[in-house]
Nanobody, 120 residues
Framework: VQLQASGGGLVQAGGSLRLSCTAS????????MGWYRQAPGKERELVAV???????NSADSVKGRFTISRDNAKKTVYLQMNSLKAEDTAVYYC???????????????WGQGTQVTVSS
């Protein structure tokens, strides 16, 4: 299973970016999909997650600015980021919890990370 993330870049404060992450390979089912981020010198933190039924949860710091969504047919999760701030600068990682076969255990899969830089 591979996760390919895209959409990062350099943007001015107040601007917007949309991240995408698509899963490929042999995967039977995907439960939770999400985005995490890691800023220099800090631990990786949850940004937002979305369940298979569409329920979402997000960090307080991004509520009202970031929206997570998913397209199950395309095995893709999105993160729409608006009103970006300098403190949103980080490497953003996508994550899925899924099973490779019907009998396999659920496990985490991670993307390679995409850099988001917000200039103030």
């Amino acid at each position: 299973v591979q996760l390919q993330a895209s959409g990062g870049g350099l943007v001015q404060a107040g601007g917007s970016l949309r991240l995408s992450c698509t899963a490929s390979g042999n995967i039977f089912s995907i439960n939770v999909m999400g985005w995490y981020r890691q800023a220099p010198g800090k631990e990786r933190e949850l940004v937002a997650v979305i369940g298979s039924g569409g329920l979402t949860n997000s960090a307080d710091s991004v509520k009202g600015r970031f929206t997570i969504s998913r397209d199950n047919a395309k095995k893709t999760v999105y993160l729409q980021m608006n009103s970006l701030k300098a403190e949103d600068t980080a490497v953003y990682y996508c994550n899925i919890q899924g099973r490779r076969t019907m009998l396999a255990s659920t496990r985490d899969y991670w993307g390679q990370g995409t850099q988001v830089t917000v200039s103030s």
